[in-house]
């Protein structure tokens, strides 16, 4: 049974009683809320995903609240709680599901050192995986979303989780944060997709989540091998430019934009090491999405 | 997983399941992947899992843990060995700025436990640098390693005063960019306090860590001051941790005679009798604390005058003496509460809040005499209040 199956109030009587259960891949979840709304919000982002019992282990056990007090009625909030913590500072009431994600993003992100955390996006495609990293703005999740929308198979948008031993990449299957003009973007793009409601004016500006689409989520144990490293680079208008990189510069821009490199040391190193030195790696500044995505797809088809 | 047994012990009482896989990791045979959950979400906030690990690895059941939950458990001790290199690293960082400083350099808790090589190390995550200089040379330390880089936070002129004046401690340095503070203490409790340990003693006999400009106190000074740090100078909230602290250092400096004998004589020098009687009581309750020195019994055995009675001459030579009936009365009431883990999903239950004020009276009331009390409850009141103000109205 999957998420979308049930309806807005066996969400919220899961929310709000033992929790909702959600398989990411490498990662599982865990959420109870009494917060109005979230529930229609996770049932159209999380549609595809299994439906998992809250009974067992679970990564990451999350409580979405409103704060007790006057704060009820006067510019409503609501806090994320971790294990008895409150990790961060409560976010407006009217953007639960960005602050779900975010929470649940930061709990990753403190708690999966077993594995390289990169900040990129991964998909997939023949069993051969192509990396994405990136610095927010770089148009990685946009990039990293239409591929997932014309074939790829998506791993991740935020983390690319590195499995130590032999720099595989793992699943970790979230919802896409598309920001501001992304959204249109993607809606003009991939027609089809299912995007969840918009929520404007939060830390990052108008942000709205792009649900995984069935495909991915049904391959959530399946690792990839990593095939092709391209460091994208959105430049409105630009001419599509492909530039092979030295592998060393792409092990510095790997190494300096993981989450844990420094924590990991010698082992991420090797990881790192591994990685590029089974890609290719290639700067590619793009300027539509459409042209980007056919010349990932023949890059990928021609290095086999 | 096996069939459904709600409410088996771990998960109606994970602080229990994790005292009990603490004391006798045995136990963790019969745990399923949901009383493990139910342990690591009280764990993972009380700082616990490395300390829970490297027990489920030294008593060889760390394999029967589920791999969910060894993952965790791993990702912390990745964390751990990066700090312990922190540490070092900032070790080699301050021994390199006071290479001329003619004073001794005493590492305290973390820092000294990782230069000693203890293996309990493993099992916790230092979060900053301690160390101790002479009071005459605090500031000749302070300004080599201001020099050096090192920087401190502007604080307000009260906050300054109290560091410099009443407290055992300059106010935290951090070098740009380094991960970890340092804090430079010239004793081990603060000035102002019931309790002054003789620095004079403590720096008489630290102990030289070979192959470094640095010195450890001695061992029995260890852990007089893991005692007083619990049970002198702080509220116990939550400070599980540091009572487990403890328990791995009794069972890492060994279970010798004379260094029984040792620790009671300097308990006795630096005032911290009691601390140290507090210490080895709750270690013993909550954690097992082996009783291999004799100390636990000893302690129980003071409490009870008929024990006392019949013993030998030997045992009369160093004691610790007794805890007061009302004293014992009165922690033994508020140290369980304050100090173990709550639940991770219900609201802190009154009679934890309260416990906890109370040691937080308690502990204020041991750092300082009422009247500095006083000015310090007005102060820092009244900033309180001032501060909270605007929030209410934004």
Avoid at chain 2, 38 to 45: D, E, L, M, T
Avoid at chain 2, 146 to 175: C, F, I, K, N, V
Wanted: with cysteine; hydrophobic share 45%.
């Amino acid at each position: 049974m999957l998420i979308g199956e049930l309806s807005t109030s066996e969400v919220q009587a899961r929310l709000s009683g033992a929790g909702l259960g959600f398989e990411f891949g490498v990662a599982r979840a865990r959420v109870r809320s009494d917060v109005a709304r979230l529930a229609e919000s996770i049932r159209t982002v999380y549609s595809a995903y299994p439906l998992t019992e809250a009974e067992g282990f679970f990564d990451v056990t999350a409580r979405l609240a409103r704060p007790p007090g006057l704060r009820k009625h006067f510019r409503p909030q609501i806090s994320f709680w971790l294990d008895g913590e409150q990790p961060f500072e409560p976010f407006p009431a009217e953007t639960h599901l960005p602050l779900m994600e975010w929470g649940l993003n930061w709990a990753i992100a403190n708690r999966f050192n077993r594995h390289l955390l990169l900040h990129a996006g991964v998909v997939e495609r023949d069993g051969r995986a192509v990396l994405l990293p990136a610095l927010p703005g770089s148009g990685k999740s946009t990039l990293t979303a239409a591929l997932a929308n014309r074939g790829f198979r998506l791993l991740s948008d935020e983390f690319g989780v590195v499995r130590l031993a032999d720099a595989a990449l793992l699943p970790l299957v979230r919802p896409t944060a598309l920001k501001n003009e992304s959204i249109e973007v993607m809606r003009r793009f991939a027609p089809g997709a299912v995007l969840g409601p918009s929520f404007p004016k939060t830390r990052k500006g108008t942000v709205a989540h792009l649900a995984p689409r069935s495909e991915s989520v049904a391959k959530l144990a399946v690792p990839a091998r990593p095939a092709l490293i391209l460091f994208p680079n959105f430049t409105r208008d630009a001419e599509l430019a492909l530039e092979p990189i030295p592998k060393s510069r792409a092990f510095l821009k790997l190494s300096t934009n993981s989450f844990n490199y420094e924590l990991l040391g010698p082992e991420a190193f090797d990881a790192v090491t591994k990685l590029v030195s089974s890609c290719e790696c290639y700067r590619l500044r793009f300027g539509d999405l459409e042209e980007a995505v056919a010349k990932i797809g023949a890059l990928l088809a021609s290095s086999a | 997983m096996t069939a459904g047994r709600l409410g088996r012990l771990p998960r109606a009482d994970p602080v229990g399941a994790l005292l009990a896989l603490l004391r006798a990791p045995e136990t963790a045979r019969t745990f399923d992947e949901a009383d493990w959950d139910a342990v690591v979400r009280v764990a993972r906030p009380a700082r616990l899992l490395a300390a829970l690990r490297l027990r489920l690895e030294r008593h060889g059941v760390f394999a029967d843990v589920p791999e969910r939950v060894r993952m965790h458990l791993d990702a912390e001790r990745t964390l751990v060995r990066f700090r312990k290199q922190m540490v070092l690293w900032e070790l080699e960082c301050i021994a390199r700025a006071l290479s001329e400083f003619p004073a001794p350099l005493v590492l305290l808790k973390g820092a000294a436990y990782v230069v000693q090589g203890f293996g309990f190390a493993e099992g916790r995550l230092p979060s900053d640098v301690d160390l101790m200089v002479p009071r005459a040379s605090l500031d000749a330390a302070e300004r080599a390693l201001l020099g050096a880089g090192w920087q401190t936070e502007a604080l307000d002129p009260y906050d300054e005063r109290y560091y410099r004046e009443w407290s055992h401690e300059l106010p935290p340095m951090r070098y740009p960019e380094h991960p970890l503070e340092l804090d430079l203490h010239h004793t081990i409790l603060p000035l102002t306090g019931r309790i002054q340990p003789k620095a004079d003693a403590l720096f008489a006999d630290a102990v030289p860590i070979a192959g470094t400009r640095f010195h450890v106190l001695c061992p029995a000074d260890q852990v007089v001051h893991a005692a007083t740090q619990l049970f002198q100078d702080s509220d116990c909230a939550g400070r599980l941790r540091d009572l487990v602290d403890f328990d791995a250092l009794i069972g890492e400096l060994g279970a010798t005679e004379r260094f029984r004998e040792r620790l009671v004589e300097r308990a006795r020098l630096h005032g911290a009798e009691r601390p140290l009687a507090y210490a080895l009581r709750y270690a013993g309750r909550f954690l097992g604390t082996p009783d291999a020195l004799g100390l636990d019994s000893r302690v129980r055995g003071n409490d009870d005058a008929r024990v006392r009675g019949n013993d030998g001459a030997e045992r009369s030579r160093a004691m610790l003496p007794p805890i007061p009936r009302v004293a014992r009365f009165m922690m033994d009431r508020l140290v369980p509460r304050a100090l173990l883990p709550t639940h991770p999903d219900r609201r802190t239950p009154l009679a934890v809040r309260t416990a906890r004020f109370a040691l937080f009276l308690r502990s204020h009331w041991l750092r300082m005499p009422p009247a500095l009390l006083a000015r310090h409850a007005i102060t820092k009141g009244w900033r309180a209040l001032r501060a909270e103000a605007p929030s209410e109205v934004e």
